[in-house]
């Protein structure tokens, strides 16, 4: 096909590339436009390269037209998306921007208490870039003193985050039968992967959730959602956050290792749509016998929770 090009044999042999590009534009039935536009943008300093790339895309589009030798071609249907600015975004990606979400929609100072281990950590890396949205990240010594902090944190009037995988859990669940005592906001993220114990740090599995339901002793229940693709992450850390301060318990999600590091196209969502969760922080006794104590167990008539003081609080020591 560029025989009669002038290339030399190193140069005209670059483009075969081009000639699979074309083939297979012909396979799924692809436009040319948009490709020959970009080949001649490409190479726009050396015009000859690109006529060249593109001689050789018409060849391999012939090639796959005058050949026997494919039974079938494919024909891949517009995806139907709603109209709106899309990026690409992983799932940990999105769990990290849905927890700084979280802090704006409750008003909340984000605390992530965090030991690293795949495939959870890119969500501390992520988080550890936005200072300005009043994010603070600590990279703890074990799973203990990051759960552990982050329930300091919690009890500080902070949105208290602890990041890990399932060999994680199993070490925070004390900590976490302690926030569903204390009846603080606390999210525990589980990015799951293979087990049993340390396991497969690169496997993917979704078997925590049994763990998540019972593994802590005593009575301690507590909201367990999960996302159902790397996009909906944000959504999902969001809305953790929602059930945490309305109801003044820890929640754990349940991700994975394939939705963690899996990619779509997300439609960024406008930042005024997202549900505000006013915490709604004690100031002043409430004790109904007008005696001027503080009960920190009088509950909510509505959704039963607590109230959340942050120590410190005049008169409600």
Known sequence: ALEETGLSKKDAERAKNMFALGLLSWMYH?????????????????????????LAFRAGHAYGETTEAFAVTYEVAPAKLEPGTYRQIT?????????????QTTGLPVFLGSYPITPASDILHELSKHKAFGVTTFQA?????????????????????????????????????????????????DVQRGGPSTGLPTKTEQADLLQAMYGRNGEAPLPIIAPRSPGD??????????????????????????????????????????????????????APDGSGEFWPYLRDTETLARPWAIPGTPGLE
């Not at 990290?96 to 979280?102: E, L, P």
């Not at 759960?147 to 500080?156: R, Y």
């Not at 902070?158 to 976490?176: N, Q």
Request: hydrophobic letters at 45%.
């Open 233 to 286: 992450c944000f959504h999902t850390a969001v809305e953790a956050a929602a059930l945490a301060v309305r109801y003044r318990t820890p929640v754990i999600v349940l991700s994975d290792g394939a939705l963690a590091n899996g990619s779509e196209p997300w439609k960024v969502p406008d930042a005024a749509t997202l549900e505000s969760v006013d915490p709604q922080f004690a100031t002043e006794p409430n």
């Open 30 to 54: 692809r436009p040319h436009e948009g490709t020959e536009r970009f080949l001649r943008e490409k190479f726009a300093r050396r015009p000859e390269l690109a006529e060249a790339n593109i």
């Open 141 to 189: 010594e074990d799973e203990i003193a990051g759960v552990g902090a982050a329930l300091g944190a919690s009890f500080g009037g902070a949105l208290g985050v602890t990041t890990t995988s399932g060999p994680g859990i199993s070490l925070k669940s004390e900590t976490i039968g302690l926030a569903v005592a204390l009846e603080l906001p606390l999210l525990v993220i």
């Open 91 to 103: 799932g940990n990606t999105a769990m990290a921007y849905g927890i700084v979400a979280a802090g």
